[in-house]
C-alpha cells in the first residue's frame, strides 16, 4: 500500500520559517515529479511547487517563488519544502502528491496523496 506521510507543519510567526517532509512508503518515486499543494478553509487545493526526478527542475507557484524550496532525496523516497519569510495568507494545510501524468500545476495530475500537515502563519 502506497503512503506519502507529510510532517514539520505548525504555528509560526509572520516572517519564520518551516521545514515540511514527506516520507512515501510502498514504492519508489525516484523516476516521478513530486509536489506540494495547499488548501486553505473555503478554497480549493492550489499548488506550490514541483521536482522533477533528479531534482534539477523545478516549478513554484508565484505566490511563493524566492521564499519557499523544493528538494527531494531519492535514497529516501522523500520530499522536502523549505518555507522562508512565511505570510499569514501562507496559512493553509500542506499536501504532497506524487506520480503526475499531466499539467504539474493541477491537483487531478497525481495519483498519490499525504494526509496533510497544517501550517499556520500569526501575523
Known amino acids: 500500500q502506497v503512503q506519502l506521510v507529510e510532517s514539520g507543519g505548525g504555528l509560526v510567526q509572520a516572517g519564520g520559517s518551516l521545514r515540511l517532509s514527506c516520507a512515501a512508503s510502498g514504492r519508489t518515486f525516484s523516476s516521478q515529479y513530486m509536489g506540494w499543494f495547499h488548501q486553505a478553509p473555503g478554497k480549493e487545493r492550489e499548488f506550490v511547487a514541483a521536482?522533477?526526478?533528479?531534482?534539477?527542475?523545478?516549478i513554484y507557484a508565484d505566490s511563493v517563488k524566492g521564499r519557499f524550496i523544493i528538494s527531494r532525496d531519492n535514497a529516501k523516497n522523500s520530499v522536502y519544502l523549505q518555507m522562508n519569510s512565511l505570510k499569514p495568507e501562507d496559512t493553509a494545510v500542506y499536501y504532497c502528491a506524487a506520480e503526475a501524468s499531466g499539467i504539474l500545476k493541477l491537483a487531478p495530475t497525481y495519483r498519490y496523496w499525504g494526509q496533510g500537515t497544517q501550517v499556520t502563519v500569526s501575523s
Open positions: 521536482i522533477n526526478w533528479n531534482g534539477r527542475t523545478t
